[in-house]
């Protein structure tokens, strides 16, 4: 199993800056891609960014503001999020694709942490 530990959501006033970290552990054999998602009240969870060795990608309404990275050391992803608005309030989700040392690959996601972006 991989747990996902999220860290660093809050309260930010519009056009503030946050980031949130992700730390995966466990049985880890590999890990595969590593993202962020968000569901905010009423909608469905939606893809921000993922980052694979292959690149990153962003949805339309983050691209310019958050940034994705990764620490393949510490099996860890960040997302700094800049220009806030308020319609990125949501509760955040990390999400990865590992294989386990069972040579499974299976997705991971984590409890998920609370932005607000307020007026």
């Known amino acids: 199993q991989v747990q996902l530990v999220e860290s660093g959501g809050g309260l930010v006033q519009a056009g503030g800056s946050l980031g949130l970290s992700c730390a995966a552990s466990?049985?880890?054999?590999?890990?595969?891609?590593m993202g962020w998602y968000r569901q905010a009240p009423g909608k469905q969870r939606e893809l921000v960014a993922a980052i694979a060795s292959g690149g990153t990608n962003y949805a339309d309404s983050v691209k310019g503001r958050f940034t994705i990275s990764r620490d393949n050391a510490k099996n860890t992803v960040y997302l700094q999020m800049n220009s806030l608005k308020p319609e990125d309030t949501a509760v955040y989700y990390c999400?990865?694709?590992?294989?386990?040392?069972?040579?499974?690959?299976?997705?991971?996601w984590g409890k998920g942490t609370l932005v607000t972006v307020s007026s």
């Open positions: 999400n990865t694709a590992a294989t386990t040392r069972d040579y499974k690959v299976r997705n991971y």
């Open positions: 466990g049985s880890i054999f590999g890990i595969h891609v």
